[in-house]
């Protein structure tokens, strides 16, 4: 069984940080491109995430057979944080497990830095460029635009393959 995210991540990359990428220096965007943030975060993270991995903090759940030892669980999502809480189920069959996963950030407030490897946030910045210069899903000469080859070569060292 898949995990479901309880809690999702804060964003990987700001909106500070995605303008600065694109040369942004007006308002008139923000809104389009925190959305393309979320978009491209969206795409790599958590359980239905191309990279199969928690990127932010997060609490995701996911129920085990009440058979398994603590031990032998094996959490999706790494990297795999901690147990918050474990509730069996009225028959007793199986166990209803929250966790916490994701890189953490460190350091708090304006000092808060992320541990999300640098080419994960640099793949994201990569596909915000990628979807804000190319609105339309052709390329003025009718052929597909692809994303570029940078992005998978940065991802393929983290992708999740179980």
């Known amino acids: 069984m898949s995990p479901i995210v309880v809690t999702p991540p804060a964003p990987i990359v700001t ?20 959305d393309l943030v979320e978009v491209a975060t969206a795409w790599l993270d958590g359980p239905d995430g191309w990279l199969g991995r928690a990127l932010g903090e997060q609490v995701l759940e996911i129920v085990f057979p009440a058979v398994l030892a603590p031990g032998d669980r094996v959490y999706p999502c790494p990297p795999f944080r901690a147990v918050e809480s474990e509730t069996p189920s009225a028959d007793g069959q199986s166990i209803t497990v929250r966790y916490r996963a994701g890189y953490p950030e460190t350091g708090t407030g304006s000092d808060a830095r992320s541990t999300v490897p640098a080419p994960i946030r640099h793949a994201i910045l990569l596909m915000v460029g990628h979807f804000y210069t190319n609105r339309l899903p052709v390329t003025p000469a009718g052929g597909m635009s692809e994303l570029p080859l940078g992005v998978d070569a940065l991802l393929s060292p983290y992708r999740g393959w179980g």
Do not use: F, P
């Open 15 to 34: 909106l500070a940080q995605a303008k600065r990428h694109l040369r942004v220096e007006h308002d008139d965007d923000n809104g389009y491109i925190s």
